[in-house]
């Protein structure tokens, strides 16, 4: 993905990505686990692993956070108002990170105006629900590109009727396994977002400074369709203070790697492969900071 859409970095060790499942919900979030996963595998990524592990610790159900540390004290105190649905497909390795922001974001909207659906294939078949609102004319895809139109630039009347809007939630690369090699992500007009602020999210290394988590899109997202930017604000919220409860922790902050590399702070090794170099280098001639 390029800009905007997309949590990005490590799966917890202790998964158990269920090939059984049953596709009904499976834990508060309301998310779907899509019949026919296999196991998501590799564990390339968890050299990103946040400080907490997944340990068994009791759970919130309302946040998804563990008791000690929930953030329900900077939820909204009911479900947020909004006339627009979000659609949230979610990779089955998101789905068990343990600082990830989509359980937040479910528990801050009416559950009918949430849902998650887990999963990286998604068909008419095994999703019906989720291909009608594909083919839904007023349903938005959330990923940037060269084929999507700015939201903030549309001249659409989004109060005049509900929409849906799908966004992928997984790293930047499952992100865009999953929205090109499922045509029904497709189907929808793809839009992204305009916007040039950071991501608050610091204690995940994001690629790029205007990367910003599935919690940010969101908000962003709901803030323009809805013509109301206190909706962004208390979204955020949440996001604010599970990084500044991380902070306090011992959780290093994350600049984006393009921060690291502009100002040669960048203390991982430099990749051997070529390929990476270059798409390193190009992060920090590309910027606009
Ligand atoms: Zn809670």
Known sequence: MDTQCGDL??????????TTAPPEPVHST????????ENAGGFGELTELPIEINERRPTCLCCGRPQKVCLCPFMPVRPLEVSTCLYIVQHPAEESRVLRTVPLLAACLPPEKCKVFVGRR???????ELAAVCR??????LYPGSDAENLEDMKVDFSASVHNVLIIDGTWSQAKDMFHRNALFRLPKQVQLNSSISSQYVI????????????????????????NKAIEELLLRPLRALC??????GAQVHHSKEHLLRNGIYDKP???NKRKIKRMEQLVSNSTL
């Open 204 to 227: 995940r290394t994001q690629p790029t400074n205007t990367c910003l988590s599935t919690l940010e899109c969101a908000a962003i997202t709901l803030s323009i369709m809805e013509k």
């Open 270 to 272: 430099m990749p051997t």
């Open 122 to 128: 998604f068909n008419e078949e095994r999703n019906p």
């Open 244 to 249: 500044s409860f991380q902070l306090q922790h």
């Open 9 to 18: 970095s490590a799966q917890s060790i202790s998964n158990n990505y269920s």
């Open 30 to 37: 309301g998310a779907h686990r899509t019949e026919g996963d």
């Open 136 to 141: 839904d004319p007023k349903t938005l895809v």
